[in-house]
């Protein structure tokens, strides 16, 4: 099988690794994800992964806490998500780093974008946790940011739904799917796909979106080979 696309990005989101469970991790839902990328890898895909933290922890649930704190919590959450994918894809046999944007050398390795690098050459996939390492910015800006840092061909954003609808699927059920948007789509109409710092990340910087649902997981591979899955956002 041929692939599509040579590095990409993979966002994940912390509620996609709950599962069923809603919240916190479900290991056999990490696992199967887990599965398919070391599946994409082994037709030589380099992988980035961002990583969510959702299911651990909603800043803007918080309450009257302070933003930054709570957003911080939140990089705290996304970290034990990519420690957990990072030792499930280890279990498989498949070469993992683990990078976060706030530094802890105990546990994970700072980022740096020339390092990450030299581990996809060297086929690696790499998890990014903390997201942008600062307070007030989504995982989704984190992922379009790392997306457009190490140039990765497109942005995979896994979801629970299976596509970029009009309206939500979910309580609409003459919601309108969209097979191929315009990053300018979005932004305009205000799909909801990302936040617009994000959108606008990966539209100054050509960086398609593919939106498409993980609760197949094989969705991951049917992307990188081309496949026409979700909805394509792209100028």
């Given at each position: 099988?041929e692939?599509?696309?040579?590095?990409?990005?993979?966002?994940?989101?912390?509620?996609v690794?709950?599962g069923?469970?809603?919240?916190?991790?479900?290991?056999?839902t990490?696992?199967?994800?887990?599965?398919?990328?070391?599946?994409c890898?082994?037709?030589?895909?380099?992988?980035?992964i961002?990583v969510?933290?959702?299911?651990f922890?909603r800043?803007?649930?918080?309450?009257?806490?302070?933003r930054?704190?709570?957003?911080h919590i939140?990089?705290?959450?996304?970290?034990?998500?990519?420690?957990?994918?990072?030792d499930?894809?280890?279990?498989?046999?498949?070469?993992?780093?683990?990078?976060?944007?706030i530094?802890?050398?105990?546990?994970?390795?700072?980022?740096?974008?020339?390092?990450?690098?030299?581990?996809?050459e060297?086929?690696r996939?790499?998890?990014?946790?903390?997201?942008?390492g600062?307070p007030y910015?989504s995982?989704?800006?984190?992922?379009?940011l790392?997306?457009?840092?190490?140039?990765?061909?497109?942005?995979?954003?896994?979801?629970?739904?299976?596509?970029?609808?009009?309206?939500?699927?979910?309580?609409?059920n003459?919601?309108?799917?969209?097979?191929?948007l315009?990053?300018?789509?979005?932004?305009?109409?205000?799909?909801?796909?990302?936040?617009?710092?994000?959108?606008?990340?990966?539209?100054?910087?050509?960086?398609?979106?593919l939106?498409?649902n993980?609760?197949?997981?094989?969705?991951?591979?049917?992307a990188?080979?081309?496949?026409e899955?979700?909805?394509?956002?792209?100028?």
């Open positions: 099988m692939r599509k696309y040579n590095r990409i990005l993979l966002k994940l989101s912390g509620e690794l709950a069923d469970k809603k919240q916190g991790i479900d290991f056999e990490v696992e199967n994800v887990c599965k398919i990328i070391k599946k890898t082994d037709i030589g895909v380099q992988i980035g961002v969510g933290g959702g299911n922890w800043g803007r649930s918080s309450g009257n806490m302070d930054t704190r709570a957003d939140g990089m705290l959450a996304t970290t034990m998500n990519a420690l957990t994918v990072a499930t894809l280890e279990a498989m046999d498949v070469p993992v780093r683990v990078q976060t944007a530094e802890m050398r105990q546990i994970a390795e700072p980022y740096i974008r020339n390092k990450a690098i030299r581990h996809f060297k086929g996939v790499v998890i990014f946790g903390c997201g942008t600062s910015f995982t989704d800006t984190a992922a379009s790392r997306a457009a840092e190490i140039k990765a061909d497109v942005m995979l954003k896994a979801t629970n739904v299976d596509g970029v609808y009009d309206k939500d699927p979910n309580k609409f003459d919601a309108v799917k969209f097979n191929s315009t990053h300018a789509d979005v932004v305009a109409k205000g799909l909801g796909v990302m936040d617009s710092t994000a959108a606008a990340l990966c539209k100054d910087n050509n960086i398609p979106i939106v498409f993980l609760q197949d997981p094989e969705n991951i591979f049917r990188v080979t081309g496949e899955i979700g909805t394509l956002v792209v100028d």
